[in-house]
């Protein structure tokens, strides 16, 4: 079935560093690829998406490029802030079944300290 | 607030008792799913239901059967529980044919089994 690969953590970055968090995944159709964002204590929210190819997703300064050649949705942030401290999923839609479902990555925790 | 609701956000149990988790979404989805997260922060879905009907069942154990009495309520009942299932229990929801858009999640039940 599809599957999402994503850099293992944690990262633990300065405040105001630059941020690329790898996710490659295999999928067998054209599937949708999305960035979640789990804080403390909270459920996930979603912080980008992308359709199709090409696509570049972006909120809060983040974005992510959908490059179907490497299949590859890799996360980054120019400089990164204590507060975008949490774990990010990268994850795909996959209509394998004829139902949509997602497909999460293991995720990714990023530590920024002061 | 327009979101999608869980209830109990904790709960600790014995072995072999039986649990409810209850979940209510009201954006007018008519999807909506369990996941399960591990210690590791692994996701993986467990069940979704479109419009009542239940549409992916990923090889859970028949202990857990979940219930939609409607589409905006999934809830999921977890007989004789065990000590690995303890993990937290994401509630989601979506529209279905825009599934694209991703999913809007409740904040979670910590489910712990002592």
């Known amino acids: 079935g599809d599957s999402v690969t994503q850099m293992e953590g944690p990262v633990t970055l300065s405040e105001e560093a630059c941020l690329t968090i790898n996710c490659t995944y295999t999928a067998t159709g054209y599937p949708s690829l999305f960035w979640y964002v789990q804080y403390p204590g909270e459920g996930l929210q979603l912080l980008l998406k992308a359709t199709k190819a090409d696509d570049k997703g972006s909120n809060k300064g983040f974005e992510a490029t959908y490059r179907k050649e490497t299949t590859s949705f890799h996360l980054e942030k120019g400089s990164v802030q204590v507060s975008d401290s949490a774990v990010y999923f990268c994850a795909l839609s996959d209509f394998g079944t004829g139902f949509q479902k997602l497909v999460f990555g293991t995720g990714t925790r990023l530590l920024v300290s002061p | 607030d327009t979101a999608v609701s869980q209830t109990p956000k904790y709960l600790v149990t014995q072995m072999g008792n039986d649990k409810s988790i209850k979940c209510e979404q009201n954006l007018g989805h008519d999807t909506m799913y369990w996941y399960k997260q591990d210690s590791k922060k692994f996701l993986k879905i467990m069940f979704s239901y479109n419009n009542k009907e239940l549409i992916i069942n990923e090889t859970v154990p028949n202990r857990f059967s979940p219930k939609s009495p409607d589409k905006a309520h999934l809830n999921l009942h977890i007989n004789s529980l065990e000590l690995g299932d303890s993990a937290v229990y994401f509630c989601?929801?979506?529209?279905?044919?825009?599934?694209?858009?991703?999913?809007?999640f409740g904040s979670g039940t910590r489910l712990t089994v002592v």
């Open positions: 989601a929801s979506s529209q279905f044919l825009t599934g694209d858009y991703g999913y809007t």
